[in-house]
């Protein structure tokens, strides 16, 4: 299904709009030449992003409207159409929650290989929000503290990719989650704050891992994603949770 079937959607209400447009700033932030894959399911529209550096997904749901429109055509329960997060970004009219979908595009590899739709489980132990932005806070002072202390002719990429991949992939306490997945949820804005006990959780099925907060989920695949075999999951099984 692309966007030649399904010309428009329409959001729940202007702050779920608003929410969509944010996230997909952040992506464009990173990437000015980023792209989104856009599914559509169970009353929602999955935006599935992946800001560099991270190797992780950013996942921002969003409700539909219920009410049927010619805008919005029973095919659209099908939609499942790659496009550039900026002509998306531009698309959203934040005072209705509308948007008219951008053309297609040929997606990077990461597009086909999504997560799983179904067989998450709960995994325990997760620290609450303020925990994570704390050690994500620690992490980041690490890396500025060893990359001050480096001799100015080791000072380069290659030993600062060496530092940050060492500080990233460690694991939140015994979850396995990796830090960087963590890092990736509070620049995409999923761990701003929250409301006291918001749901937060850790979910795994396979080799995938997914940080589940009420703005977004971050899936991480051991391994990395860019473009190794897998299979094309989606929407099925992620929840929406409005803001």
Do not use: C, K
Request: net charge neutral; no cysteine; proline share 8%.
């Amino acid at each position: 299904m692309t966007a030649t079937t399904v010309r428009a959607l329409r959001l729940a209400d202007t702050a779920e709009a608003a929410d969509l447009a944010a996230f997909l700033g952040r992506l464009i932030r990173y990437d000015r030449a980023a792209a989104v894959r856009l599914q559509v399911g169970g009353g929602a529209v999955a935006v599935f992003g992946r800001p560099p550096a991270f190797e992780v997904l950013a996942i921002r749901t969003a409700r539909l409207r219920d009410e049927p429109s010619e805008a919005v055509p029973a095919a659209a329960a099908e939609l499942d159409v790659t496009v550039s997060a900026g002509e998306l970004l531009e698309a959203i009219d934040e005072l209705t929650g509308g948007f008219a979908l951008p053309a297609a595009v040929t997606g990077p590899p990461w597009t086909g290989v999504l997560p799983p739709r179904g067989g998450w489980q709960l995994v325990p132990g997760l620290p609450g929000p303020a925990a994570l932005r704390q050690a994500v806070a620690a992490a980041v002072a690490e890396f500025r503290t060893r990359d001050e202390a480096l001799p100015a002719a080791h000072r380069d990429r290659a030993e600062r990719d060496r530092i940050g991949h060492e500080i990233w992939s460690r694991t939140v306490e015994d979850t396995g989650l990796p830090l960087r997945a963590v890092h990736a949820a509070q620049s995409v804005g999923f761990l701003r704050p929250m409301p006291e006990n918001a749901p937060v959780a850790l979910l795994r099925t396979g080799t995938w891992a997914r940080l589940r907060t009420p703005y977004g989920s971050i899936a991480v695949r051991t391994g990395g994603i860019g473009g190794g075999a897998g299979g094309i999951g989606g929407i099925g099984g992620l929840s929406v949770t409005p803001t």
